[in-house]
């Protein structure tokens, strides 16, 4: 749709001047009266004066001192040549151009003023209409951009009610070498030549001007576009065109009188303009087909340098005005930018570019419209024709913005296909994850197991199995009665519990372990005539508390209750904990019989050993205090486990 819809705008051109003319019948008689009551002016009495620099028209013709003689007639539209390469008068003397128009024959108008409609009027100079003989309408502003594009729609009488002057003086003050071009006249009313000079103004005034704004509008959107994605060059130059397009346009609808900076200064910027232009559209092409020309781009841009930099005003006394040499130079870029766009096409037709075939009609029916525009600026056509460059330039906005639009849109879908696939991929991944995951889970699980079985194996071995070989081989030598028998017995089931409940959860919480250690041990402690004194105080968690280490822990308590039991004596056994540091103090004490800790530990202190080993390799340490008031033992645990420390049993 898009695509009709800019060869729909490339066609505009080729019927903005057939519109323009539709209502203009064949130049048979001076004046032809239309239906709608306006009649339409082919012929004209022309007097041409010559003289030196521009003069201000008279307030009354009979103060311009006009010949009598001299005056001949012409046809509508009547044109000068203009001199392609100015000669030094030719940019200093001036002609003034009288068109004079006889309207005594027409009809009064009683119903509504009489209007003149005069469709163009080109030249460099200025323009005024008389009506019998009384200054009606003078341009203001510049002589050189004075407005030339746009239609005139002049009142000849104050009224309905005021008589219609006789006869009307347009006088043209031009340079000799602009040459001039001045179409046909209407007079009528407001009714009859309203529409015609609406259509006139929207075709060659309102068109270029909304083409050329709606053109920057979207390439300050594509300029934004760019600054959040700099690597994208294609919409930065997208803007640069739409920039260079507008300042290109601006002679076709600014008249002088509005213009901020000088007629050299304006006339500088609208052909150096085309120039650039010329070259970002052979950039953007050559980035939207990704086949670089790297000699066409340096001959381009240093012939683009070279003009700008020669044409700056002021830039040389000896060369004429540049907007006498505009239509040269307009001329002389012709072939430099058929090149460009030949190359262009040539390489976007190779690679089979989507938009080649586009750009290709464009860039031919650009050339034609500059083409007829080049003659039209140097009067060779007639000056009632529309200038249809603009029209190209407004083809080329829908066409780059189509591209720019296919190009944004393309890469949402890009976006889209690439993150589908990325969530297809990452769905796979997180299902190979979740299989990872459950396969390492059932092997941490078998590792868990096999680490706890190995665990209670060795546990039983050094301590219950031991114990039971013990009792078994004093019972097969009768060493032993069935009370100690029995203790033995009694022992090992103690173990036997407190590697079960070594295997229960108890959350980092040394206070819990310390009550499944009195539940198991205080029946005994009291059997054994002992007084159980329970003074443990709240203490932090302990996070490296697993069940390795809680078995180390309940083994060292229950070594040193069996000590207590078997060798001190005690009347009374005391539980406490306190803070140390950076660590937990369990405390047992008892107020039994003493004994020497470093012979015991040298000579025979098998359970004091192992006690010591189960401490250390929890990251732990045990003390022993001993005197004739009693034993005071010391189980250090520190509140983070040093790593390397290991919690397997000894």
């Known amino acids: 749709m898009a695509h009709w819809f800019a060869v729909l705008w490339l066609a505009l051109p080729v019927a903005a001047p ?16 239309e239906s709608d009551g306006a009649v339409h002016i082919t012929r004209a009495e022309l007097l041409s004066i010559t003289g030196t620099g521009y003069s201000a028209p008279p307030r009354r013709i009979e103060d311009a001192g006009l010949p009598v003689d001299g005056w001949q007639e012409v046809s509508l539209p009547h044109t000068a040549e203009r001199e392609l390469v100015p000669t030094p008068s030719g940019g200093v003397n001036t002609i003034t151009d009288w068109y004079r128009i006889n309207l005594a024959g027409l009809a009064p108008s009683a119903e509504q003023p009489r209007l003149l409609y005069l ?50 003086l347009i006088r043209v003050d031009r340079l000799r070498s602009s040459g001039s071009g001045f179409s046909t006249v209407w007079v009528g009313d407001r009714a009859s030549l309203g529409w015609r000079y609406q259509v006139r103004q929207l075709l060659q005034v309102q068109l270029p001007f909304m083409g050329s704004a709606a053109f920057l509008a979207v390439g300050a959107f594509a300029f934004a576009v760019w600054l959040g994605r700099r690597r994208e060059l294609l919409y930065l130059l997208f803007f640069a065109i739409s920039a260079l397009a507008y300042l290109r346009t601006l002679h076709y609808f600014v008249s002088g009188d509005y213009l901020p900076i000088s007629d050299e200064w304006f006339e500088w910027v609208t052909v150096v303009s085309l120039l650039w232009l010329i070259i970002l559209i052979h950039l953007f092409l050559q980035r939207l087909h990704q086949q670089r020309s790297a000699w066409l781009t340096r001959l381009s841009v240093a012939l683009a340098l070279a003009c700008s930099v020669v044409t700056l005003p002021h830039a040389s006394k000896a060369m004429p005005s540049l907007y006498l040499l505009t239509p ?9 930018a058929v090149l460009i766009f030949a190359v262009n096409l040539h390489k976007a037709l190779r690679a089979k570019m989507p938009e080649g075939r586009l750009v290709a009609c464009w860039a031919v029916a650009a050339v034609a419209f500059t083409s007829y525009d080049g003659l039209l600026q140097n009067n060779l056509v007639s000056p009632e024709s529309v200038y249809t460059s603009p029209y190209a330039i407004i083809s080329l906005f829908f066409i780059f913005s189509y591209i720019i639009f296919q190009r944004y849109t393309g890469a949402f879908a890009e976006v889209g296909r690439l993150n589908k696939g990325l969530a297809q991929r990452l769905q796979a991944r997180e299902t190979e994850l979740e299989q990872s995951y459950q396969r390492l889970r059932a092997i941490e699980n078998e590792q868990m197991l096999g680490a706890e079985r190995r665990r209670l194996m060795q546990d039983m071995h050094d301590g219950l199995g031991s114990s039971l070989i013990s009792a078994i081989r004093s019972v097969e030598q009768g060493a032993m009665t069935g009370t100690e028998i029995s203790g033995v017995l009694k022992g090992c089931m103690d173990d036997l519990k407190l590697a079960i409940d070594s295997m229960e959860s108890v959350d980092a919480d040394l206070l819990l372990l310390l009550a499944t250690l009195r539940f198991r041990l205080a029946p005994r402690i009291e059997s054994a005539g002992l007084a159980l004194r329970w003074e443990v105080q709240s203490v932090p968690a302990l996070p490296w508390l697993n069940p390795g280490s809680a078995l180390h822990i309940l083994r060292i308590m229950q070594e040193c209750v069996a000590n207590v039991l078997r060798h001190t004596r005690a009347t009374t056994i005391r539980f406490s904990t306190a803070m140390d540091g950076r660590g937990v103090c369990v405390v047992i004490e008892d107020n039994g019989e003493g004994f020497a800790v470093e012979e015991v530990l040298l000579r025979r202190g098998r359970g004091l050993r192992n006690q010591q080993q189960r401490a250390t390799a929890i990251g732990g340490t045990v003390n022993w205090v001993s005197g004739s008031a009693g034993t005071r033992f010391t189980l250090w645990l520190p509140l983070e486990q040093v790593a390397g420390t290991e919690s397997v049993p000894q």
């Open 328 to 336: 040269l130079l307009n001329l002389a870029v012709l072939p430099v």
């Open 18 to 33: 057939l519109c323009a003319g539709a209502a203009q019948p064949p130049f048979a008689n001076a004046a032809v009266p």
């Open 119 to 168: 469709p163009r009027w080109k030249t460099l100079g200025r323009i005024a209409v008389y009506g019998d003989g009384v200054l009606l309408y003078q341009s203001q502003g510049s002589a050189v951009h004075n407005g030339y594009n746009q239609p005139l729609l002049v009142p000849l009488n104050a009224a309905a009610s005021t008589p219609s002057p006789s006869s009307v």
